[in-house]
Structures are given as structure tokens and as C-alpha cells.
């Protein structure tokens, strides 16, 4: 899903998996609906719009509270149209996220590969930057058109091996 993958990739943004998987959980569990024996859907841009920022903060979401009030806000009013963004070009669909309040490279290649279906968006850290010192001209050919996927066995690579 696109908005869960967005929303999800912002509060990331400078976090560990712990916490980001806390605030998430917490994000549900208030404003999801129960799906089964407490596990809650991710709540909708509607219905985190009438959220404020202080909304988002009791959640754990510190200084990127007020990026997802302001996404929330955009996408349920129409200003933001994620549908739209999963038509266009890879560079196109970079170009329209990386206009929203709070997102940033990185952010945006996370969104596009797991949220938009874009394959090739590749998303860089610290662990791919390692990774890429072992290929200073680039991917091999092999991996056109599925970078964002080769990433993912890369990283999990040089987790283990670096």
C-alpha cells in the first residue's frame, strides 16, 4: 500500500527498527480499525487528517509529527494524489515525492520500492554505500530494471558480512 509504505518510510526517517515498529503499532492500534484479536489496519490519510500535531507527538513520532499531519492533511484533501504518482516515470514519481513536506532521497526511494512498485528505486544508507565500494561502476547489467530488489539481498549481505 502505497500511503502505509510512505507513512511508514517518514517515521523511519532517523529511527531503529524497535522504535519505528512501536510508533506504527501504537498509530494502529489508536486509530486503525481491529482487524483480529488486536491487530489493527493502518488508519487511512482520512482518517488521520483531523490528527494535529501534538496527536502525532503522544505517539512517539518526536520532530516528524508534523511531517505526517501535513502528509495526512494533503493526501485526504486531494493536494496529494498517491494513485497519480504510481503511473508516472521512476524519475517523475522521485521528483513528485520528493516534493512533500519531509521527504527526502532517501525516504522517497523507500516509498517508490516498497510502496509504488517501482524495483528499481535504490535506496542508499551507510550499508549500501559499503556495498557499492565493491561495485564502483555500478550494478552489474544483470540487476537493470530490479535494482531496489537486488538492494534488499545486498543489504542483507553486507548486514551480515561487513
Known amino acids: 500500500d502505497s500511503w502505509e509504505a510512505l507513512c511508514s518510510f517518514v517515521i523511519s526517517q532517523q529511527n531503529n527498527i524497535k522504535r519505528i515498529k512501536g510508533i506504527i503499532s501504537r ?4 486509530y ?3 482487524i483480529i484479536n488486536g ?12 490528527l494535529t ?7 512517539g513520532m518526536g520532530y516528524r509529527a508534523k511531517y505526517l499531519e501535513k502528509l495526512s492533511k494533503d493526501v485526504a ?5 498517491l494513485e497519480k504518482i504510481k503511473v508516472l516515470t521512476l524519475d517523475e514519481a522521485r521528483k ?11 525516504v522517497a526511494n523507500c516509498a517508490l520500492l516498497f510502496g509504488f512498485g517501482f524495483y528499481d528505486a535504490f535506496p542508499v544508507d551507510v550499508w549500501m554505500k559499503r556495498v557499492m565500494e565493491y561495485y564502483p561502476d555500478g550494478l552489474p ?5 530490479i535494482g ?12 551480515n558480512n561487513l
Open 148 to 159: 531496489g530488489i537486488a538492494q534488499q539481498y545486498l543489504f542483507h549481505w553486507a548486514r
Open 53 to 59: 500535531v501534538a496527536d502525532f507527538e503522544e505517539l
Open 27 to 30: 498509530l494502529c492500534k489508536a
Open 141 to 145: 547489467e544483470c540487476f537493470d530494471g
Open 77 to 81: 484533501g486531494g493536494k496529494i494524489d
Open 39 to 50: 491487530f489493527y489496519s493502518f488508519p487511512s490519510a482520512e482518517k488521520l487528517s483531523s
Open 96 to 106: 513528485e515525492l520528493l516534493n512533500i513536506y519531509g521527504v527526502g532521497i532517501k
Open 32 to 34: 486503525g480499525d481491529e
